[in-house]
């Protein structure tokens, strides 16, 4: 049985909005774990249909797959070297990609707010609107709340809701406990 994408992979610090399926998106795998959610091409058809991002009776093919999973780590690497201060420039260049085979387009609307979209058919056209949902997340600053955390045996990403903004654990009763411990153990090692 596949896994919830909505429910299995937001946790207990869900992102407000549409960013929440980025949050989703960047869940679908734990590198620290070894797990990975988007295992074949009818479980990525159904994720993002889950996601109302691709119709369910759309083809998805290996490569799409691949793109896919390309994407969701590029959106990763670039968050954790968001939150550290740093540049990742192969990140960069993998989401620049996907935004041309994406075909993102800028429209205005009666209201007069800019909406950025993807005029692209299928998978192409799903991560677009995941990349867009992301522009939109940085624009208005809520991606700069969107962490991952830094347990050495986790990488969930979490929405930071603490008032200065400075969580660094999906969950301090676990993660931040076990990471607490072990700086503990370490200041005093020698003494």
């Not at 058809?45 to 797959?65: G, H, I, K, N, Y």
């Not at 990742?88 to 989401?95: G, I, K, P, S, T």
């Not at 993102?104 to 949902?133: C, K, N, T, W, Y």
Request: aromatic share 6%.
């Amino acid at each position: 049985m596949q896994p919830d994408p909505i429910e299995d992979r937001i946790g207990d610090k869900p992102a407000p909005g549409r960013l929440k399926v980025v949050q989703a998106f960047l869940n679908s795998a734990n590198p620290k774990e070894g797990r990975e959610d988007l295992i074949s091409p009818t479980y990525l058809r159904d994720w993002l249909a889950a996601f109302d991002l691709l119709p369910r009776t759309s083809r998805v093919s290996e490569d799409d797959l691949r793109q896919a999973i390309s994407v969701r780590d590029a959106l990763f690497r670039m968050l954790e070297k968001h939150d550290a201060g740093e540049q990742c420039r192969e990140a960069a260049e993998v989401l620049n990609r996907s935004v041309r085979s994406a075909q993102m387009s800028v429209s205005f609307g009666p209201e007069g707010r800019a909406h950025i979209q993807s005029l692209a058919p299928s998978v192409d056209g799903a991560l677009g609107q995941i990349i867009a949902i992301v522009i939109a997340a940085m624009t208005d600053r809520t991606w700069d709340h969107l962490k991952i955390c830094r347990s050495d045996t986790c990488a969930w990403a979490f929405y930071d809701r603490s008032k200065n903004h400075s969580g660094t654990w999906c969950d301090s009763t676990s993660c931040g406990n076990v990471a607490k411990a072990r700086a503990y153990r370490a200041r005093h090692a020698h003494t």
